[in-house]
Nanobody
Framework: QVHLVESGGGLVQPGESLRLSCTASGTIFSISDMGWYRQVPGKQLELVAS???????IYGDSVKGRFTISRDDAKNSLYLQMNSLKPEDTAVYYC??????????????WGQGTLVTVSS
């Protein structure tokens, strides 16, 4: 089985920064798209940022200019640098990865989530 494990969440004050990490483990030969999503209770899952294996990034409108997504394929890892955090960034953040399984097939894997709380 393939697993994603997130880390780096915590409690911070508005304006501070956090760096989230996600590492994939298991039998992995390559990873296609990876991304971060977040969810607030009572709301739909929201795209934060995604990054293809070719380096193309997409950001949600609410985080543009503040968050930066990156990946290290040698470590099967994904990162999210979050700066100028706001209370509305409070959510559970989930890592997602598309892992090629052969002949165009993909295994979609989600992490367990890490909680980010921004409060004064």
């Amino acid at each position: 089985q393939v697993h994603l494990v997130e880390s780096g969440g915590g409690l911070v004050q508005p304006g501070e920064s956090l760096r989230l990490s996600c590492t994939a483990s298991g039998t992995i030969f390559s990873i296609s798209d990876m991304g971060w999503y977040r969810q607030v209770p009572g709301k739909q899952l929201e795209l934060v940022a995604s990054l293809t294996s070719g380096g193309s990034a997409i950001y949600g409108d609410s985080v543009k200019g503040r968050f930066t997504i990156s990946r290290d394929d040698a470590k099967n890892s994904l990162y999210l640098q979050m700066n100028s955090l706001k209370p509305e960034d409070t959510a559970v953040y989930y890592c997602h990865a598309d892992i090629p399984s052969g002949f165009g097939g993909y295994l979609e894997v989600w992490g367990q989530g890490t909680l980010v709380t921004v409060s004064s």
